[in-house]
């Protein structure tokens, strides 16, 4: 029988959490759920400078509003706790004596003058720059002596020499290095400062890792992670490598090019459905192409097959898109309740019934939720401020005057509608006679009462908001738009 499927999310807690680290959570929540398996969320924040706690809490909690963070490690324990790796010095240093005591690690005594001499000689040469080996054959019980006297030491891993080391990659397949391009590096800084590629081999080794999937970034890393389990003897876990979040112009994605931490996209009023779909088919699709995709429906149509191999670009407008169509296809309620916070936080008011009144005129257009505030404020404001140069339209031609002859000859005949009849297609009906009746062009007349409604360049029709706004509003500002001309 094959062992249970466990898979892992290991970010360090160096900085917010970012759109890649999403990308490889979701893709190993995916392969979790779709296999019946587990994934582990494990912080490796062995780099003390630059780890942080908030750091930590800040992807803990992305992931869980995410809904993708895993049912075991740091934020729900387990049973290999401690899923800190700083917590984990004990097992690292206990390994690391079994490394050394077997002599397929050893303590090395080179000093940084001596290496980077090494190196100087080696670029003279013009060989690549490789560690030569000179502590490799110390006596080992002297080495420890010499430790144990207080002499400063690096602990480095025994390579075979000249082995090829090949593992088959579940996106990329085969890859090969040969331990020439790797010689004897360090996995220790001593025996208390354990290093990446032997931490991670250990605890993935330890907490039963079955399918390691990360960022292609770490291929590099893969070879010196597969000779720490080898020099242990352990089994290997399955490796899959996701490709690079690309910018638009194919580099690296960047701060500067893009927002790359998770809590801006959801303060900008991206919703969790709507990030989670755009961050699978981040480097994943179906034969179908099909775009439009639940937490749910990713789990049954993922796999690791057809995770592609080039570099996956950031496409900001796809994501917009997947956005508004996510938030058309929130109930009108459910929509209210999710803009109030924006509404209230640049001190715009209303009611749950005015907003039930007002949204669904801008539920089609809305893309984000902090757009809610602008496309919404002039129907919950009570003065407009705007400036008379709104009433120009060079394109339909209306000056000044021509916007003051409409709006003059428009309110006797909005005034005489009953307020029973001020409905969208009784407005219709009256403006539409009025422009025959007046002999001009239909924007002559509706674009001046528009920008009285609404004092904005952009705004759903007159017609609507009119409506909406109801008769007495709507005459109101009118007759403000009026004095204005
Ligand atoms: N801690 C590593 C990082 O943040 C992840 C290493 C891995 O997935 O093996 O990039």
């Given amino acids: 029988m094959s062992k249970n499927i466990r898979v892992r999310n290991v970010p360090s807690p160096t900085g917010l959490l970012h759109i890649g680290t999403v990308r490889t959570a979701l893709y190993n929540y995916l392969f979790a759920q779709k296999n019946g398996g587990t994934l582990i969320y494990r912080s490796e924040d062995t780099d003390r400078e630059r780890s942080k706690k908030e750091y930590e809490e800040n992807i803990i909690s992305g992931l869980t509003k995410l809904g993708i963070l895993g049912t075991e490690g740091v934020h729900a324990g387990g049973e290999f706790t401690p899923y800190r790796q700083s917590e984990r010095a004990e097992i690292y240093r206990e390994q690391l004596e079994k490394l050394l005591e077997s002599g397929d690690a050893y303590y090395c005594f080179c000093t940084k003058e001596e290496l980077d001499q090494e190196r100087e000689e080696q670029q003279k040469q013009k060989l690549p720059p490789r560690y030569s080996g000179k502590c490799r054959n110390l006596d080992a019980e002297e080495a420890k002596q010499r430790v144990a006297n207080g002499e ?26 040969n331990t020439k391009e790797l010689a004897d590096f360090v996995i220790a800084k001593n025996l208390n400062q354990s290093l990446y590629n032997f931490t991670v081999a250990v605890d993935d080794h330890l907490m039963e890792i079955t399918h390691v999937i990360r960022g292609e970034d770490h291929i590099p890393n893969t070879p010196k992670q597969i000779l720490v389990y080898e020099a242990f003897g352990w089994d290997l876990p399955k490796f899959a490598h996701l490709p690079l979040i690309l910018n638009q112009d194919k580099s690296k994605l960047s701060k500067r090019k893009n927002k790359v931490s998770v809590d801006d996209y959801l303060d900008e009023g991206y919703l969790p459905e709507a990030l989670i779909n755009f961050l699978a088919l981040l480097g994943w699709n179906t034969s179908d192409e099909k775009e439009i995709f639940s937490l749910e429906e990713l789990v049954e149509a993922f796999s690791l097959e057809r995770v592609h191999k080039g570099g996956a ?24 309740e999710k803009i109030t916070p924006y509404l209230e936080k640049v001190g715009l008011k209303a009611d749950k019934a005015e907003l039930r009144k007002y949204v669904p005129l801008v539920h089609e257009r809305i893309k984000l939720l902090s757009e809610a505030p602008d496309l919404l404020r002039f129907m919950l404001v009570d003065e407009l401020d705007y400036q008379a140069e709104l009433f120009l ?93």
Avoid: C
Wanted: no cysteine; glycine share 4%.
């Fill in 152 to 177: 400063k030491a690096v602990i480095r891993l025994k390579v075979p020499e000249n082995r090829e080391i090949i593992f088959n990659d579940l996106v990329r397949g085969e890859n090969k290095t």
């Fill in 313 to 336: 670009v950031f496409d900001l407008e796809k994501l917009n898109w997947l956005n508004g169509y996510y938030l058309r296809n929130l109930e009108v309620d459910e929509l209210i």
């Fill in 393 to 485: 339209h060079k394109k339909m031609k209306v000056d000044l005057e021509v916007a003051k002859m409409a709006i003059e000859n428009s309110l006797p005949e909005l005034e005489a509608i009953d307020h029973s009849e001020w409905n969208q297609a009784n407005l219709e009906e009256v403006l539409i006679a009025l422009v025959k009746k007046i002999e001009v062009k239909n924007g002559h007349v509706l674009w001046p009462l528009r920008v009285a409604l609404t004092g904005e360049q952009f705004s759903p029709g007159v017609f609507e908001v009119a409506e909406v706004l109801g008769k007495e509003t709507s005459l109101e500002r009118i007759k403000k738009g009026l004095e204005k001309l």
